[in-house]
């Protein structure tokens, strides 16, 4: 079985501020591992993903993640962040590489930036 | 890249009646799409996992003559919610994974908001 933990349900910052939405997770399987942002009534978009290599994950609109196997975790970082990143943050985990693997998701962490 | 549509995205509804949601992959071939809701503040939760040409597979809790699934074609799967109440007003959201090696990944459709008045 596997599951995620998302330590902080919300984090407030100013803008222009660094953050790190910290991500856990257990795992018996090979880990593949994403995030995820979701706007307000609108579906996920995929931030980044950790299949294997690096571990240092560079996504989309600035983030980053770095997995840490003996820490088994992959918390995602912005260096500075912007009014438009406020949104909720989903850490996630699949238990397989084929189309019919499930993800596990974490509970999310509502990320607002303040001006 | 993969591109999974959802409509409605919005629908409002009577008690009593029937609503479908429809999922397709536009860009890949998704021979397993999977079926979530969320309540507001909250994460997602897997109803089921919908199986081209096959029945779904439906989670521990989830009613599978409530929420329909039917998955005809590699592109397309639809979600009905029979004889809706209120307490099934929520958001649902499809998904589906449609790469493989680096392009792993899940794709997810852009949500419908239920609301059974």
């Known amino acids: 079985a596997q599951s995620v933990t998302q330590l902080d349900s919300q984090v407030p910052v100013f803008e222009e501020a660094p953050v790190e939405l910290r991500c856990n997770y257990s795992?018996?399987?090979?880990?593949?591992l994403f995030w995820y942002v979701q706007y307000p009534n609108q579906g996920l978009q995929l931030l980044l993903k950790y299949l294997s290599g690096s571990t240092l994950v560079k996504g989309i609109n600035g983030f980053e993640a770095e997995f840490n196997k003996s820490q088994t975790s992959f918390h995602l970082r912005k260096p500075s962040v912007h009014i438009s990143d406020t949104a909720e943050y989903f850490c996630?985990?699949?238990?397989?590489?084929?189309?019919?693997?499930?993800?596990?998701f974490g509970e999310g962490t509502q990320l607002t930036v303040n001006p | 890249g993969a591109v999974v549509s959802q409509h409605p995205s919005r629908v409002i509804c009577k008690s009593g009646t029937s609503v479908k949601i429809e999922c397709r992959s536009l860009d890949f071939q998704a021979t397993t799409m999977f079926w979530y809701r969320q309540f507001p503040k909250q994460s997602l939760m897997l109803m089921a996992t919908?199986?081209?040409?096959?029945?779904?597979?439906?989670e521990q809790g989830v009613e599978k003559d409530k929420f329909l699934i039917n998955h005809a074609s590699l592109t397309l799967s639809t979600l009905t919610v029979t004889s809706a109440h209120p307490e099934d007003s929520s958001f649902y959201i499809c998904?589906?994974?449609?790469?493989?090696?680096?392009?792993?990944?899940?794709?997810f459709g852009s949500g419908t908001r239920l609301t059974v008045v």
């Open positions: 919908s199986n081209e040409g096959s029945k779904a597979t439906y």
């Open positions: 996630a985990v699949s238990d397989g590489e084929t189309s019919g693997s499930r993800l596990t």
């Open positions: 795992s018996s399987v090979s880990v593949y």
């Open positions: 998904s589906a994974n449609g790469g493989q090696g680096r392009y792993y990944g899940y794709t």
